[in-house]
């Protein structure tokens, strides 16, 4: 397959106008009805090389949440990592552990919704339960202070009956509420890199699964 085949010269002149574009095969088609087999060998080259990236991507949106503290006790990075040391230091396994570490990574894109954003992320790379935990740790996380603020702290109730309500409440009671102490002596972001890379390099389910 040549360069010109897979449109690597004709997008070149456009890579100052979308600064985000890499400079890898492009396939030729405008609109995906005239995609081919060519085109989608291309495209699923391309996923590979860009799968295989996501646990830095990861780690660099956790490390953005350094210093955004938001009137809280701790910024949210500690919490982070706090919340996954905590769950560490109790045994938990490493999916647990993911979880625990990215449990808060959407607050800063999603500040409203983001135990969705990251139960997103996670979804094809922990079992069920765990997915659902980070989910609605939010609802369950509100036992602790959505009275403080006219809301109902028994909202979690509503999922009375599921099976991972007590599974989400202990995260919350263990870890979540208990990971905002800023005398703890707390391990960096790098300690739990190679968990990152190792469990986001290995999809449970597949595309659209
Ligand atoms: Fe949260
Ligand atoms: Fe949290």
Not at 104 to 125: E, I, K, Q, S, T
Not at 129 to 136: F, I, K, Q, R
Request: glycine content about 8%; hydrophobic content about 40%; aromatic content about 10%.
């Amino acid at each position: 397959m040549d360069q010109d085949t897979v449109g690597f010269e004709r997008t070149a002149r456009h890579d100052g106008a979308v600064s985000t574009a890499t400079r890898g095969p492009r396939a030729r088609f405008r609109a995906m009805e005239e995609g081919t087999a060519e085109d989608w060998a291309v495209i699923a080259r391309e996923h590979v090389a860009f799968s295989a990236e996501l646990p830095e991507r990861v780690l660099a949106h956790l490390a953005q949440l350094a210093g955004s503290a938001g009137g809280f006790p701790v910024d949210r990075l500690t919490h982070c990592l706090q919340t996954a040391a905590l769950a560490e230091a109790d045994g938990r396994s490493d999916e647990y552990v993911l979880c625990a570490l990215l449990h808060d990574m959407g607050d800063l894109l999603a500040p409203d919704n983001h135990g969705a954003l990251a139960a997103a992320v996670l979804r094809p790379y922990v079992d069920e339960e765990l997915h659902w935990m980070v989910a609605h740790h939010t609802v369950f996380q509100g036992y602790y202070y959505f009275h403080f603020l006219g809301g109902d702290r028994e909202a979690r109730k509503r999922y009375e009956g599921h099976p991972a309500f007590e599974l989400t409440a202990e995260f919350c009671e263990r870890y979540d509420q208990r990971a905002f102490d800023p005398d703890r002596p707390t391990p960096p972001l790098e300690h739990f890199a190679p968990l990152v890379r190792e469990l986001l390099a290995r999809p449970r389910r597949p595309m659209g699964g």
